[in-house]
């Protein structure tokens, strides 16, 4: 049976052993600048109505 990499340390230690380990889609959009850019600019329109409404 292949072990996939990113499940290959999830059981190899108990205290640890509840914690997930991103996926390969995962890992790409968190190193992914286009879509960091991306998620920055649709926080800052949220974090923009939000202190509006407030004001």
């Known amino acids: 049976m292949a072990v996939k990499p990113e499940e290959f340390n999830f059981a190899k230690n ?3 052993n509840t914690a997930m380990i991103p996926g390969k889609f995962a890992r790409a959009m968190r190193t992914c600048k286009i879509w960091q850019f991306i998620r920055f600019v649709i ?8 202190v509006s409404k407030s004001h």
């Open 14 to 16: 108990d205290q640890f």
């Open 43 to 50: 926080i800052n329109i949220k974090m923009i109505i939000v």
